[in-house]
């Protein structure tokens, strides 16, 4: 089979991107809203696939990927590399994730040959209700007028989640796991041309409104550049401060009453985070969401995260269409593929959220007679249009939410010589979050990733803002195992709502098209959220446009920046592949 992959993108995307960037131009149109994302496409090069026979970990950016090596090569388990390597992400990838942020993580434990997953997603304060995003005039407050200062800001679960995760499964000391993140804080590094492309862009515009960050990203009123060597030291202080004394001071002590005092008293909508929100929160440990794909089985986050059963459910959609006999990028392939997501999306808007909060039929939406019955909405000659939810055992009867989802977020994976395994997607929501930065490292902006109107028709919206509750996610960790339990995969994306496309179609790459990881995340990027199908600029899949339109697609053609990380186990060798689109870089052994 032949597979034509990724040409090199063109730049003209940045001017257009830039132009519609503006707060002005925050509409309901969907034209406007599916070029929100803050990624300029700036060309890229196809990156070459690594192989390894002990140990492979694979991030967003080489100086965290290094981190993660280097625990690896110490002899630390997959769980302690996967630290190493959010504290350094939280340092030079500040834009999309952090410990101001939360995360999902699946851990499989390569002997037991046992899944777990983590939750370390940020919850809403106690006193946070659904008109948290009202405005005085009644009505929902623009998205962007949401996001900045401290209204938006969650309590930060990472941290939590991934101390949890250490107890149970870590082997290196606690302490032993921020070394490089604190060398590199304390002396400095090299900023890379994407943190600087986006502070270059000022899409968040609250990085130029809020002195703390202003200050950092702006040093004497000049924007940084890309090569310039950025330190700092608040964050280093925190860092020694975790290492020494683990989590306490981050949800106890002087971190907990820093991050309090700031978003309680942000310069733009002071939040109602308070000392007891962050003294009481708790990660939590669950099962994966699985389900069959051909030979294999695939596994996923739970919810309040909608990408596992949304990526399970758009796999089981296309089980009898033989994905595996269709080329690559052609027609059909990408046709059928959009309207698997169709299904999922529209069942993914109407019944996914918290599920302490909310009665879930995630049993109903994974149902073999069910998906069977959905499958049978899909022609292969025209498109659906908008699909509608479905009727699950066990639904209930909520209104339809379309809530914001950006794609700043990282995805981590790593196999350490055990065979243990990391699939890790961290966030801190928007590029650069609330723009509110405490000690050196930004707080999240998730609480924007509920439903900024509580009702629509009369009805309660699923998502809707609750004290204590954990909002929507997109964040799609995926793991997929042969018959016999063992690994076959661990892979993930960053890109907002986008990322269950990112990754079920690399999926299929992989499963069906007997692609290599890196061949898989080279594909063309297709997308399709149950509005337009959006066809990646400057690659093959481009020329489809016409021929979809025939079809009833409403078709747009632009930048599609996943960036994704994964890797496959393949006759005891470990194959990985990170996103070209990114800075992302695999180390293995």
């Given amino acids: 089979m032949s597979v034509k992959i990724n040409k090199k993108l063109s730049v003209k995307s940045s001017i257009l991107l830039i132009s519609l960037l503006s707060v002005n131009t925050w509409a309901k149109d969907p034209l406007v809203r599916e ?120 309590v930060p679960g990472v941290l939590a989640a991934l101390k949890q995760a250490h107890e149970q499964h870590g082997k290196l000391p606690w302490n032993a796991l921020f070394d490089d993140a604190i060398s590199l804080a304390d002396n400095g590094f090299v900023v890379s041309p994407r943190l600087a492309k986006l502070v270059e862009m000022k899409f968040n515009p ?177 498109d659906m249009g908008k699909a509608q939810a479905g009727e699950p055992k066990g639904a209930f009867a909520f209104a339809n939410n379309d809530s914001f989802e950006l794609p700043s977020t990282s995805h981590i994976v790593v196999v350490d010589a055990d065979g243990n395994a990391i699939s890790m997607t961290s966030s801190i929501e928007m590029a650069f979050g609330s723009a509110l930065m405490v000690n050196g490292f930004i707080l999240n902006n998730q609480l924007t990733d509920f439903a900024l109107s509580p009702k629509r028709d009369g009805k309660w919206v699923a998502n809707r803002v609750e004290g204590n509750k954990r909002p929507r996610s997109s964040m799609a960790p995926m793991m997929v195992f042969n018959n016999d339990g063992s690994l076959k995969l661990a892979i993930g994306s960053p890109g907002g709502s986008r990322i269950i496309n990112y990754v079920a179609q690399s999926m299929i790459g992989i499963l069906d098209w007997q692609l290599t990881p890196q061949e898989a995340i080279n594909l063309p990027r297709v997308t399709n959220r149950n509005k337009l199908t959006t066809l990646e600029q400057g690659t093959e899949v481009e020329g489809l446009k016409s021929a979809l339109e025939k079809m009833g697609h409403k078709v747009m053609v632009r930048s599609l920046n996943s960036g994704i990380q994964a890797i496959a186990v393949e006759n005891n060798k470990l194959v990985g592949g990170a996103d070209p689109r990114r800075e992302g870089k695999v180390f293995a052994k």
Wanted: net charge neutral; charged share 20%.
């Fill in 206 to 382: 609250g990085i130029t409104q809020l002195p703390e960050i202003s200050n950092y990203f702006f040093p004497n009123g000049e924007v940084i550049k890309a090569g310039d060597i950025l330190v700092n030291k608040p964050l280093a202080k925190v860092f020694k401060s975790l290492a020494k004394d683990g989590t306490d001071a981050f949800y106890h002590g002087w971190i907990a009453r820093d991050i309090v005092n700031k978003v309680q008293n942000a310069a733009i909508e002071p939040g109602r985070l308070t000392l007891k929100d962050m003294q009481r929160y708790k990660p939590i440990e669950q099962p994966a969401v699985c389900g069959p794909y051909r030979q294999f089985k695939v596994c996923g986050m739970a919810p309040p995260s909608s990408g596992g059963i949304a990526v399970v459910q758009m796999l089981a959609l296309l089980q009898s269409f033989e994905m595996e006999k269709l080329e690559p990028n052609s027609l059909e392939a990408v046709h059928l593929f959009t309207q698997s997501s169709r299904l999922a999306f529209a069942d993914r808007d109407k019944y996914v959220a918290d599920p302490a909060f909310v009665t879930m039929p995630i049993d109903g939406l994974l149902d073999p007679k069910y998906i069977n019955d959905r499958a049978q909405l899909i022609s292969r000659e025209k």
């Fill in 35 to 154: 070029v929100r994302e803050p990624e300029a496409a700036t060309g890229y090069e196809q990156k070459q696939g690594v192989i390894g026979s002990e140990y492979m970990v694979a991030a967003a950016n080489p100086y965290a990927s290094e981190a993660g090596k280097n625990i690896l090569a110490r002899g630390g388990s997959a769980i302690d590399a996967a630290i190493a390597v959010q504290m350094v992400l939280t340092l030079v990838e500040p834009q999309s994730s952090g410990i101001g942020g939360g995360a999902f993580i699946l851990h499989f434990d390569g002997k037991q040959r046992a899944l777990t997953t983590f939750d370390g997603r940020e919850t809403a304060p106690q006193s946070a209700t659904p008109d948290l995003f009202i405005g005085k005039d009644g009505k929902p407050v623009r998205w962007i007028e949401a996001v900045v200062g401290g209204r938006s800001v969650g």
